[in-house]
């Protein structure tokens, strides 16, 4: 098969302006970056009275090492939708450079369901993750700065909670010292880089109303604590204003296109194993008001993005799925039952028996928030019909509808069957239930999230974690939602457990207050903020062809 950027090749964008147009976007709200990429002004919420719209929540089973395309599920199913002449928009997240140049590689889609252009969007794109990475960085600089020119405020340097990040993987800058070389070079403490998805700053742009409420929640980012052990906030530092210079633009969402011409607003792009995973709360909203159907994803599985977005997004949004989609394979229900990724293109029924154990417990989460998914299949070339035909029918005995999506081949006609069986299904919608109450006790909230999501039979906390929880407390921040930060290979905390594990205990390590974004990030098992490359990572198939044209990013 055509690779990805020869596949996008035989289609012809259209102008971005016609792309606009057709959601009803004014001009005088379109900021042109480039030929095919337009920032769409937040003035444009208030453009015109919005009726009830339809949000479509796009999620996974458990991901593996093969891939189960939630994203070009997405973009496939938003493109049927257009085929079918319904009104539709795509809610989507900005690739991170990490991933792109490490493990996962590009994250525009795939085959003939990809959004363009795509080397923009997977590298640098309109520049969103820098502005937050400056912005994030901005502060980490004014907080040594204070220590350099005097510590007013009494900051104990063992004490900082603010690290510095990049767009970047690279695990030698997890830990390290700065301020070395002398009295002239700084203070001399202990710091550290996380990648820029898994910032505050990243989450509390994703999470932001509008202009005012980014300033409000940068100003209440906690950095660290005084010498009397007094909360030190942003606002302290007298930067948040600058901080919101260098996110004048970034807050504004991105509209680009798919490969059939169905809207995409790409912007933010919190990982979910580290952070809320799902893409701003701003252009959800802008898809909403100007489409009838959106279709937004959240990353990884639903035990991490999925109940990410209803306990935080939807909570503090004020927004509920009408649908919810989960995404599977045939190749990942394989590994999922056992059998070794070099073998996934062999025929085993057996081995996707065994795994549909994973399917079942997705299906299960799902339901605990008062929705019913439409399972969608993500055909591959070597599947047979009778592993489909095993999928099929579990999903029948869990009374669930099920559709085969063929839209990596054929684009939006091969993903009209899982279009109509959604637009069938939010007849049977019903207000989402969040899984637990914010006045509940934080213990108690990760109990509920680890034992209904992922089937713990307890939650172990470590004495960092617990004094982590007499903090919260003396603060008087328990009562926000929880965003727990696991491996995202597995139901547990044990990324080596496939399948749907049993008998196993979480280990909660930590808990950090997330003041700003407004939710506090409980870190379990050996859960990394900054990822390392693989042996051999994804950029080292990449390459500029004499004619400018960027190869090798799939």
Known sequence: MPSDIE??????????????????????????????????????????TVTKR??????????????????????????????????????LREPSLGPCLGMKGGATGGGHS?????????????????????????????????????NALGIDPRQILWRRVMDMNDRSLRHIVVGLGGKNQGIPREGGFDITAASEVMAI?????????????????????????????????????AMMALLRDAIHPNLVQSLEGTPALIHGGPFANIAHGCNSLIATRMAMHHADWTITEAGFGFDLGAEKFFDIKCRLGGIDPDAVVLVTTVR?????????????????????????ENLDKHIENVCKFNKHPVVALNRFASDTEAEIALVRERCSSDAVSFAISNHFTEGGKGAVELAQKVMASVQKSE???PLYELDQPVQEKIRIV??????????????????????LEKLGMTELPICLAKAPSS?????????????????????????????????????????????????????????????GME
């Not at 795509?118 to 502060?139: E, P, V, Y």
Request: hydrophobic share 40%; glycine share 8%.
């Open 114 to 150: 990809q959004i363009m252009p795509a080397d923009r969007i997977n590298l640098h794109f309109t520049g969103d993750f820098h502005a937050i990475t400056s912005a994030n960085n901005l502060l980490s600089a004014a907080i040594d700065n204070h220590f350099f020119h005097g």
């Open 7 to 48: 596949i996008a090749a035989q289609y012809s964008s259209q102008p971005i302006i016609d792309i606009a147009t057709k959601l009803g976007i004014e001009k005088e709200h379109l900021v042109p970056c480039g030929r095919d990429v337009v920032k769409v002004d937040l003035n444009a919420l208030k453009s015109s």
């Open 332 to 356: 990942a229900l394989k590994m999922h039952g056992g059998k070794p990724k070099a073998h996934l293109g062999d025929a085993d029924v057996e081995a996707v028996r065994r795994g549909l």
């Open 491 to 551: 139901l547990s905390d044990d990324p080596a457990l496939h399948g749907r594990p049993r008998d196993f205990e979480v280990t909660v390590r930590g808990i950090h207050l997330n003041a700003g974004a407004g939710f506090l990030v409980v870190l379990t098992g050996d859960i990394l903020r900054m990822p390392g490359l693989p042996r051999e990572p994804a950029a080292t198939r990449m390459w500029v062809n004499s004619r400018g044209e960027i190869e």
């Open 54 to 91: 339809r949000l479509v929540l796009v999620s996974a089973t458990t991901p593996t090492p093969s891939g189960e395309g939630k994203t070009t599920t997405s973009i496939g199913l938003g493109q049927a939708f257009t085929e079918l002449g319904e009104s539709v928009c795509l809610a």
């Open 205 to 241: 742009l994703c999470l932001a109303e509008d202009l005012d409420d980014l300033k409000a929640r940068l100003d209440r980012i906690l950095i660290a604590y005084s010498y009397d052990n007094e909360p030190v906030f942003a606002s302290q530092l007298k930067v948040t204003g």
């Open 431 to 433: 207000a989402y239930a």
């Open 450 to 471: 680890c034992r209904e999501m992922y089937g713990a039979d307890d939650v172990a906390f470590t004495r960092e974690a617990e004094k982590d929880l007499r903090q």
